[in-house]
């Protein structure tokens, strides 16, 4: 059986199939609407793939967090996803978990804002009014320096990832904000705006 394009709802009920937590499904929908935000912001055809791709980015880290990015391989093979949408979800554990280096754009940008949605969720949900709609750039730089907080957070893959593709940590920030705020409401961000 060949390689099939998966659809949204395909890989959805595949993410949800290898994830019951629903902090990792509200972290996967994140970076879905950002990785279709900068395939726009990039000029890109298919932006639908690069949603999917980011929608399935952690496929097996729940179930297998000790092989992280080597057991989506198996997982997505087993499912027909085409080499393409493999490559790009191993390649963002690169120098984490794996030696897949990203090589497309669309692999660099899954790899830079990755960690970079993680930071901006938890920045987040330490403001007042709980919401991404009034988050600022500065904000988040601000929380960026404090290496204690959000600790999990890898900030030297992101600022690895931003030279890659050849962007400002600011440009990048804020449009990560800026893709994140249009699903506010499913990843649990709208907060009191």
């Known amino acids: 059986m060949g390689n099939k394009i998966p659809t949204r709802t395909e890989a959805y009920e595949l ?12 972290h996967a929908i994140a970076v ?3 990785m279709i935000h900068f395939a726009e912001l ?9 949603g999917i791709i980011g929608l399935i980015h952690d496929i097996d880290y729940e179930m297998y967090p000790e092989e992280h990015c080597k057991k989506a391989r198996e997982i997505l093979m087993e ?3 085409p080499e393409e949408y493999i490559h790009a979800v ?3 554990g690169w120098g984490i978990c794996v030696d897949v280096e990203p090589v497309k754009t669309m692999e660099k940008v899954l790899y830079t804002i990755d960690e970079l949605t993680g930071l901006i969720t938890a920045t987040v949900l330490l403001r007042p009014s ?16 404090q290496k204690g907080f959000a600790a999990g957070v890898n900030r030297e893959v ?16 804020g449009e ?17 705006f």
């Open 15 to 26: 993410l949800k199939k290898y994830n019951k937590s629903q902090s990792l499904i509200t």
């Open 32 to 34: 879905e609407a950002v």
């Open 42 to 50: 990039l000029g890109e055809e298919d932006k639908e793939k690069w």
């Open 79 to 81: 499912n027909n996803y």
């Open 90 to 92: 191993e390649s963002h």
């Open 130 to 145: 709980k919401s991404i709609h009034d988050l600022e750039i500065k904000s988040v730089k601000k929380k960026w320096k």
């Open 158 to 173: 992101i600022q690895k990832g931003a030279e890659m593709l050849g962007m400002d940590m600011d440009t990048i920030i």
């Open 176 to 192: 990560t904000i800026k893709s994140m705020q249009s699903v506010a409401e499913e990843i649990g961000l709208k907060g009191e």
